[in-house]
């Protein structure tokens, strides 16, 4: 699975090179579809109105605790928990439950799975909107060379763009999540109670590509389906303070291709020697060559029957956010940023945005056979495998995905080639005008963070849950900046430098403040 | 470049599990060239009149020195020459040079080479015939779990087979070598000279590919090629005594393809996240796609224009002998042997035997790009390479292939592939009515070895130094068994237990005696 918080590095990357307009070329000639365009109307953040509630009593608790505050999500990224490794992980989950407890949750429970286990919290504030809290407590492991001797010390460093919580998990995703919580305790010390009702969800296994999600909220889902929305604490903004809120994920299918010698020919049990290649079928080539009929010559092209045909297309209010976005399109900024001289076929600016939503993707993320080292090894390989993966937009489902792609190699005569499915969910995406969606851009444009708005990523993450399975709007993001998931010096800028415009963690708590309470003001739609 | 041992062992397999007849089907349909067979006349090694001169002198000379004979085939392996690691080499060829001076070869130098020395040496015995004598003196690593405890001392070792010398090198190539010098002792020992001229042309890099082979003979070259043909001792016996001799090999092309990112596109530098597929392009498609450009569908036809046409066609003797081998196929036996259940599109008999010979393959030895672990990793891989050979019938010359290909890959769109060469040599044939070939079967027939005589080997090795650098008729074979070249527990049989009817030492060079006689009583063609 892919992870969020480098999805939310990806989007950053994507939409801060897209600050600047670029005009479009003409449409680069392609045989995909053409996904139409047909209004020149483009959504602008800032049309919406600022968030105008005050909640001073608590914005002054958040300031004078902020120490306080600061050494909660210390606490919490000391605590290691690194799935992959089954480390610090009931423990984790233990503190989790224990922290809602004391905030004063009525309900929390610590929930078994077939793997690690899930937290469930509830407050019940009688209120009468209520939202679903995501968070996943565990992290991932720690590689070698970080600058800091010891990832789950929790230490404070110096950096260029200020004081930042340099630790595993202290952006994906422990920090922004306890600076979540630090917010629900501000209101809870100064009125006793909250403007929404809340319900945690939490899972251990995020890492993991989140297998066991689904078994935790299970016990509540009819609970859980009744609330306003769901919500992903996250860092999403970059140091000049812009921010990119997507409202969606693609789905993914995940597979491996393999083709082994057997029955059908080609050698059953280990390597023979490369001259036998005029009388022995070559299982590599049958993979090389069942690979290639999936799409054009140039690799661009996805050629299994109906792939792009269940694709929906652009609705209105995508294409009024995808033309809100070609404003602000910097192609060039985004290659540099990718390493990348130039998108398929030269495309440019909208044309690459429009593409890049609504086109399903077939990837080859690995391929192997046979030798591999140096020098000349003269084998006919008995096995060869790749790993490949499609990226879903909404209305292409991953059954039918798998099933085509079956129906397609079978076709072909690729019976023989095997298909193992490693993971497969659908897209997720949550309308603009969902009540949620517009308090949370009126927080972002009272602290001048006016987003640029996607209807959804080009990367995936299994959010169906809470658009499909709980059938809520579902909004990841927030203010705050942090960096390094899943690599070296992962960090969240706590006390940002002068004239880095990211929050603060003061900031970015009193903005989850104003989240709860602008849901509980927003109207109905 | 495929090594002659292991090729020697193919031949082997091949041509034993082909002593028994089967009845040959229709040819399945090909879209390949249908190579003509216009004769049904047969080749049959037994038709050659066995040699039929008595050595007797020599021949009990052998036998009472067999254990000085096998002493010194001890001593050769105990001296350790691992090309590939630099161990031992300049010691090995010392001791050939200083065996040679001792024989009393007139002329012998050690020759240096940009990489490991070659050793010349010359033994003028006023003869009308002259003879060029191929050895090898390097050997391959030595693997772990052998069963005995050094690969290198030399030890006599109890097999179901009798007793065997086990030793890195004690069949490929010092054994069967060395036990040739003791031929060439025993002659001159009780003659004083030899019934043919000798020229050893020795290399030390055989095993990595013959590199500088060229320049261990360049001094040589006009004096070589005044010889009547050469000779590669090497024991090519089964157990059950049954022999195959190939008169040739075919030849290859060894190069690696790359798709790399760059200015076409792709990602230049490193990986991207698989997501950004629909932007970017992918060089593990392309490469994907320019392989199995080269290839039908099945993998099995060769796509590359004008590849099948630069094939010389069977000739009126080449006929005879797939004929003759066609008469004892058995390709179930053959198809166990390999395990494979089934020959491409299931053809068996002589269309098998011919397509072995003289189809050109192309085959994927190994290919890579990626994340190859367990479990899931979402990139777009910034370069993506094959490792792929082809297999030459005389008249596909290495440079034709290379530029078909070449032109191929860029007619298809595919300029953007890399192309990288790791070795590439002709063919090598020799007739069958040459008399060295003529001289060797009468030997063979003497000791109840008929051979099956096959054209070529649909292996490789760089032997078209012997047919056409020089120009001189080729044999590479001898009476002897020895299995476990290029692996642990290589071995060399030489004294044969009951029942096994491989021959052993004494009788070895028995026939290397008669070999030298057979071929200086040879009448010209």
Redesign the interface.
């Known amino acids: 699975?892919?992870k969020p918080a480098?999805?939310a590095a990806?989007a950053a990357w994507m939409l801060t090179a897209w600050a600047l307009a670029a005009p479009a070329p003409a449409a680069a000639q392609s045989p995909r579809p053409e996904w139409t365009i047909a209004t020149d109307a483009a959504f602008d953040a800032s049309s919406i109105a600022p968030y105008e509630g005050r909640h001073d009593r608590v914005y002054a608790r958040i300031d004078r605790d902020l120490d306080a505050h600061l050494a909660q999500l210390q606490r919490w990224v000391r605590q290691r928990s690194i799935s992959a490794q089954d480390d610090g992980i009931d423990a984790m989950a233990q503190l989790v439950a224990d922290d809602l407890r004391e905030l004063g949750f009525q309900e929390v429970e610590v929930v078994q799975t077939p793997g690690h286990p899930g937290v469930f919290g509830h407050y019940d504030a009688g209120a009468d909107r209520t939202l679903v809290v995501y968070m996943m407590y565990d992290v991932q492991p720690v590689e070698e060379n970080w600058r800091i001797a010891d990832p789950f010390a929790g230490e404070l460093v110096d950096h260029e763009l200020g004081t930042v919580l340099m630790a595993r998990g202290a952006t994906n995703q422990k920090g922004p999540q306890r600076a979540f919580l630090n917010a629900v305790g501000a209101i809870l010390q100064e009125h006793g109670t909250l403007p929404v009702n809340l319900y945690v969800v939490a899972e251990g296994e995020e890492e993991l590509?989140s297998p066991n999600f689904g078994a935790v909220i299970e016990p509540y889902l009819d609970r859980l389906r009744d609330a306003d929305g769901a919500f992903f604490p996250m860092n999403i903004q970059m140091p000049d303070g812009s921010v990119a809120l997507n409202l969606g994920v693609?789905g993914?299918i995940?597979f491996e291709l393999e083709a082994r010698?057997?029955?059908?020919?080609?050698?059953?049990?280990?390597e023979?020697?490369?001259?036998?290649?005029?009388?022995?079928?070559?299982p590599?080539?049958?993979l090389?060559?069942a690979?290639?009929?999936m799409?054009s010559?140039?690799?661009?092209t996805i050629l299994v029957p109906g792939y792009y045909d269940a694709v929906r297309p652009p609705s209105d209010e995508e294409q009024r956010l995808i033309n809100g976005l070609a404003r602000r399109a910097d192609d060039a900024a985004l290659q540099k940023a990718?390493?990348?001289?130039?998108?398929?076929d030269g495309?440019r600016g909208r044309d690459?945005i429009v593409?890049?939503?609504f086109?399903?993707?077939?990837?080859?993320?690995?391929?192997?056979?046979?030798?591999?080292?140096e020098?000349?090894?003269?084998?006919?390989?008995?096995v060869?495998?790749a790993?490949i993966?499609s990226?879903l937009p909404p209305g292409l489902e991953p059954e039918d995905a798998y099933r085509m792609i079956r129906e397609h190699l079978d076709a072909?005569?690729f019976e023989d080639i095997a298909l193992r499915r490693?993971?497969g969910y659908p897209a997720a995406a949550t309308p603009v005008d969902a009540p949620l969606v517009q308090a949370a851009i009126g927080v972002f444009n009272r602290y001048d963070a006016s987003p640029r708005v996607a209807p959804w990523?080009?990367?995936?993450a299994p959010f169906y849950q809470f658009t499909r399975t709980l059938g809520l709007p579902f909004v990841f993001g927030g203010l705050g900046h942090g960096a390094g998931a899943h690599a070296p010096d992962e960090y969240m800028l706590v006390r940002p430098a002068e004239g880095v415009k990211a929050a603060g963690l003061a900031e970015i708590e009193k903005s989850y403040v104003d989240l709860l309470y602008a849901l509980s003001e927003a109207e109905s739609d």
Chains 1, 2 share one sequence.
């Not at 990718?338 to 398929?344: A, L, M, P, T």
């Open positions: 699975m892919s480098s999805l990806v590509g693609k993914i995940y010698g057997g029955d059908w020919g080609g050698p059953a049990k280990a023979v020697h490369g001259s036998l290649k005029a009388m022995v079928d070559s590599a080539l049958r090389v060559q690979i290639a009929s799409t010559a140039d690799g661009n990718f390493g990348v001289s130039r998108w398929i495309m690459a593409r890049n939503l086109d399903p993707t077939l990837n080859i993320n690995g391929i192997w056979s046979g030798y591999t080292g020098g000349m090894k003269t084998i006919l390989p008995h060869a495998t790993k993966d990226r072909e005569g490693l993971s990523l080009a990367g995936s």
